[in-house]
């Protein structure tokens, strides 16, 4: 055994990082379908440690006790970033695009139980394939991961990350081909290059308040604060017998925060500042949660995964291509909206975004597009992903 510690383990998280930078310079086919750094650098190093297992050579050991603070650092981010302004903003379109991705989610908890169950697995199991890492990501799979390990998922950590990481590259994938189709099928073009209006976050102009020192100290005691407040909130939840996550709290806390200060003119929270904040707390997160990864563990469960993959991505794309398209226009914008679609429902929002890219340089500008479907799939679908997985999980209990 060789036991890191938190100090060691976190070194090498760091030089995980460096090792998928490098990876996703030097090979093209890792960037095109946009797979983060620390998935690519933590499963290389998760690889070697399997190399390590197997040749009975070493078994490392990692201090993961940062875990759970870095990964309700980020949801705490999410939360001061999601701010109701953009909703209206987007107005009755946001909210049909939410409510139909809400309503995905659902259907993809229900087919991975059927699979999962097909398979004589637990349906428990099924839910964690499903919404969990289809629509929720690795991020979401790997903090709801003890929550499953609980309630008698073996390995959860790891069948989250295998399920999600392939979810990511078919995102990536049949995002293109879907719009493509759809806009030929529609004979659709869209507006002139550089015409799109690419919202992130909806704050105000960031001003010298958010820049050095100063705006460093504002985002972390904001963060820290909300976390706090947060653990109470969840500690509530939890004497009143609701399973949660320990981010909810937080994360709702955030969003309550945030939205009370854009109502009432003060106390605003450094939302870019915290954004970054977030991000590099769920870098660190993602690293050391996939350096962990026994993948000798996964095997088992190899066939269930590519069944209930290949079901899923079906299921998305007749979903986007037949249900959401007609909904949301059935014009330009709609295409490229059910590209975007495909790419976070299987995936995560970055996928999202690169597809609807490559469409936008190809086809011309989609405005609509890129308003409605990052602030859904970055902020809001998080919020009604965590309420249908912890619904399943207290039913299924």
Not at 4 to 14: F, K, M, R, S, Y
Not at 242 to 253: H, I
Not at 363 to 378: E, K, M, N, Q, S
């Amino acid at each position: 055994m060789l036991d890191l510690g938190l100090t060691g383990t976190l070194a090498l998280a760091c030089l995980s990082l460096w090792v998928g930078i490098g990876l996703l310079r030097r090979l093209p086919l890792l960037a095109r379908y946009n797979l983060p750094p620390p998935v690519i650098g933590g499963l290389v190093v998760a690889a070697v440690g399997w190399v390590l297992h197997a040749g009975e050579l070493a078994t490392l050991r990692f201090d993961t006790s940062l875990q759970g603070p870095l990964m309700t650092a980020f949801f705490t981010a999410i939360g001061f970033g999601a701010s109701l302004d953009l909703l209206r903003r987007g107005g009755s379109q946001m909210l049909l695009f939410l409510g139909l991705a809400a309503l995905l989610a659902v259907l993809q908890s229900a087919v991975g139980m059927l699979v999962a169950v097909g398979f004589g697995q637990s349906p428990i199991l099924g839910v964690l394939m499903g919404t969990a890492t289809m629509a929720g990501g690795p991020a979401t799979g790997l903090a709801f991961a003890p929550l499953f390990e609980e309630a008698g998922v073996a390995g959860a950590e790891g069948l989250a990350i295998a399920s999600a990481m392939a979810g990511i590259v078919l995102g990536g994938v049949l995002g293109g081909p879907l719009a493509t189709r759809l806009m030929q099928r529609h004979q659709l073009r869209g507006q002139a290059a550089g015409a799109s209006e690419t919202v992130t976050d909806g704050a105000a102009p960031v001003d010298e308040q958010e820049h050095g020192l100063r705006g460093t100290v504002h985002a972390l005691t904001s963060l820290l604060l909300a976390m706090w407040l947060g653990q109470g909130l969840s500690a509530l939840w939890t004497s009143a017998g609701v399973t949660l996550p320990g981010y909810v709290g937080a994360m709702l806390v955030g969003a309550l925060w945030r939205n009370l200060s854009d109502a009432a003119g003060w106390l605003a929270p450094p939302v870019e500042s915290i954004s970054r904040i977030g991000t590099v707390c769920l870098t660190l997160f993602l690293a050391v949660a996939l350096m962990n990864l026994r993948l000798w563990e996964l095997a088992s469960l190899a066939l269930p995964l590519m069944v209930n993959l290949v079901v899923q991505a079906l299921m998305v794309w007749l979903f986007a291509g037949w249900v959401l398209f007609r909904l949301v226009g059935r014009d330009y914008d709609a295409a490229v909206m059910c590209g975007g679609f495909s790419g976070f429902m299987l995936g995560t929002t970055a996928n999202a975004m690169a597809v609807m890219k490559t469409l936008e340089d190809r086809y011309g500008a989609a405005p609509r597009a890129f308003l409605v479907v990052p602030v859904v799939g970055a902020f809001f679908i998080d919020f009604t992903n965590a309420l249908t997985i912890t619904a399943f999980l207290n039913l299924l209990d």
